[in-house]
């Protein structure tokens, strides 16, 4: 029973680390077969998980009984969505049967994450395989950018010319997608710190010794990033970075200095120096040429405002007042938005581009809360781990993972990220890293001891 035990744990282990790396791949899976794919997988390995717990075949994690309340909550929010659902609640029953599927595999994966990752080298493991997955990402839309193709997408007709989109169609979900594995590099990086008194030394090692490997890869995510030309990508990044690496800092007053050279170099080095090579000019340009409104001169427009997202804001308030309680349904923005829109709005749009106007539209109060405070408690279990002075480890981790969950936040706020699979589910593994970061088992130390 043990060798079977350790191979059944093995391999859902392994499928689960696959599953995280493909989802991006075809398209983020934002298309009905991936999306369908990806349910009857995550469907099949909580299968033979809970089957496998059932018999006592798999070892206990002691992050489960934390990570409950948190599952009770991305349950609560589905069976909301069941009730649209059965209940006729909902303006487009198909989309919103397709969320209540997309919203129970999320729920599962959680799980899975959760219970299979409980030590320390698996957590290691997690977090190198979701680098690996991103440097690729950034490594093939850096490529295909600079090479002068479109990429995959480019006999499609999608993508987007002179920036890096990755397999992705929209850039700024390339730029969501790096946020969240730059964070887990990033965090990696701090948590396997040595402890060891500062020597200057140690600047040299880290930028040419074993963990330069690990370095190089944040250098291309970041130059990937600096290359999608996502304004609020590239904002909430650093923003992020800025936040969490400002309270990292203050509260670890013995290694103050190395921490601070770490984030200071992550900051510099590839903002400043690298990114100047890869379009940082071309970046700063579009934030400083964004208008939200016509520029007038003695009644001429002189320059004609090149973003619409607030005027699409401005029409969706209405719509998520007109049923703030229960909601429009899940998934139903693309069906019942264009009765609200104004006549100046004449592109399609199937999403809000605001996660959270367009989770309040279709989930209404009760559906929402339970996965805004997911969501908090996640941030809160990832601080708890930033705020350990006794384990470097853990304090790293913790930084990565909150350092990607505001900087979604912070991104959600132009875009919608949540909705596309790939991206959502990473997410939703970074809230699993939130609990694992404190709540993982150290064999290492039940050795000593």
């Excluded at 921490?259 to 970046?283: C, K, R, T, W």
């Excluded at 809000?352 to 989930?363: C, K, R, S, T, V």
Aim: with cysteine; net charge positive.
């Amino acid at each position: 029973m043990p060798q079977t035990s350790n191979r059944l744990e093995r391999f859902l282990t392994a499928a689960v680390l696959v599953l995280l790396i493909g989802l991006p791949l075809p398209l983020g899976s934002n298309r009905d077969w991936s999306m369908g794919l990806f349910v009857a997988l995550i469907g099949l390995l909580a299968g033979l998980w809970g089957f496998a717990l059932l018999r006592n075949a798999l070892p206990a994690s002691k992050a489960l009984k934390p990570a409950l309340p948190m599952f009770a909550l991305l349950l609560l929010a589905q069976a909301w969505v069941a009730v649209q659902w059965l209940g006729g609640l909902t303006v487009d029953v198909g989309a919103t049967f397709q969320y209540l599927m997309l919203g129970i595999a999320y729920s599962l994966l959680f799980l899975l994450i959760v219970s299979l990752f409980h030590n320390r080298q698996r957590l290691i493991l997690l977090l190198s395989v979701l680098v690996v997955s991103g440097t690729f990402q950034a490594f093939y839309g850096a490529f295909m950018t600079l090479s002068g193709s479109q990429g995959l997408l480019a006999s499609l007709g999608f993508g987007h010319s002179g920036v890096a989109s990755g397999t992705y169609v929209n850039r700024n979900h390339l730029a969501g997608y790096l946020e969240m594995t730059l964070a887990c590099g990033i965090g990696l990086l701090l948590a396997l710190r040595d402890g060891q008194p500062f020597r200057w030394v140690n600047l040299l090692e880290m930028l040419m010794g074993p963990k330069a490997r690990l370095r190089l890869a944040l250098v291309v995510m970041v130059i990937a990033l600096v290359m999608t030309r996502s304004r609020m990508g590239n904002m909430a990044f650093f923003a992020s970075l800025m936040v969490v690496g400002a309270v990292f800092i203050l509260l670890s007053r013995e290694h103050r200095l190395r921490n601070g050279l770490i984030l200071a170099s992550i900051i510099l080095i590839d903002m400043l120096v690298i990114s100047q090579y890869f379009g940082f000019e071309q970046l700063k340009d579009r934030l400083v040429d964004t208008r939200l409104n016509d520029v007038v001169v003695e009644g001429q427009v002189v320059q004609q405002a090149n973003e619409i997202r607030d005027d699409v804001f401005a029409y969706t308030l209405p719509l998520m007042m007109d049923k703030l309680v229960t909601g429009q349904g899940a998934g139903s923005f693309e069906a019942v938005f264009p009765k609200y829109a104004g006549e100046d709005v004449r592109n399609h749009f199937d999403h809000a581009h605001n996660d959270y106007i367009q989770f309040a539209i279709e989930y209404g109060l009760i559906g929402g809360l339970p996965l805004a405070a997911f969501v908090l408690l996640a941030l809160w279990r990832a601080m708890q781990a930033l705020w350990r002075r006794d384990s470097l480890f853990r304090s790293g981790v913790g930084f990565g993972a909150a350092m990607g969950i505001i900087a979604i936040g912070i991104h959600s706020s132009t875009d919608f990220n949540l909705q596309i699979p790939a991206n959502a589910a990473t997410f939703v593994t970074l809230c699993a890293i939130a609990v694992l970061a404190n709540q993982h088992s150290n064999r290492r130390q039940r050795a000593v001891a």
